[in-house]
């Protein structure tokens, strides 16, 4: 059975930095498409990134980009989600999910999380000075 973990989430000031973990047991990270979506109290779901399994293809949130970068540690079988100048509005829980290979179109359609076959319990990330 398939389990995810994130990790790394926590309390920091705008413009802050944290790196977010999503680390897996039982499948080979490597060969799947990671995805990271987030939801803020009171908001639907949004897709935040992805990461090919098969080309290492990224893919970002609009508002996001230039601030947030995903990657992968296939020796700890871990992908990351380093996040930078952090805004208020970056403030949700953020989710970690997988499917095999390739990542789902429409990372923007609020539910794009659907198309992942597994997904980890969430990590608060929380931007207030």
């Known amino acids: 059975q398939v389990q995810l973990v994130e990790s790394g989430g926590g309390l920091v000031q705008p413009g802050g930095s944290l790196r977010l973990s999503c680390t897996a047991s039982?499948?080979?990270?490597?060969?799947?498409?990671v995805g990271w979506f987030r939801q803020a109290p009171g908001k639907e779901r949004e897709g935040v990134s992805c990461?090919?399994?098969?080309?290492?293809?990224?893919y970002y949130l609009d508002s996001v980009k230039g601030r947030f970068t995903i990657s992968r540690d296939n020796g700890n079988n871990t992908v990351y989600l380093h996040t930078s100048s952090l805004k208020a509005e970056d403030t949700a829980v953020y989710y970690c999910?997988?499917?095999?290979?390739?990542?789902?179109?429409?990372?923007?359609?609020?539910?794009?999380?659907?198309?992942?076959?597994?997904r980890g319990q969430g990590t608060q990330v929380t931007v207030s000075s």
């Open positions: 990461i090919n399994g098969r080309d290492g293809k990224e």
């Open positions: 039982a499948i080979a990270l490597e060969k799947y498409a």
């Open positions: 999910a997988t499917r095999f290979d390739l990542c789902p179109l429409g990372l923007s359609n609020q539910y794009w999380y659907l198309y992942f076959d597994s």
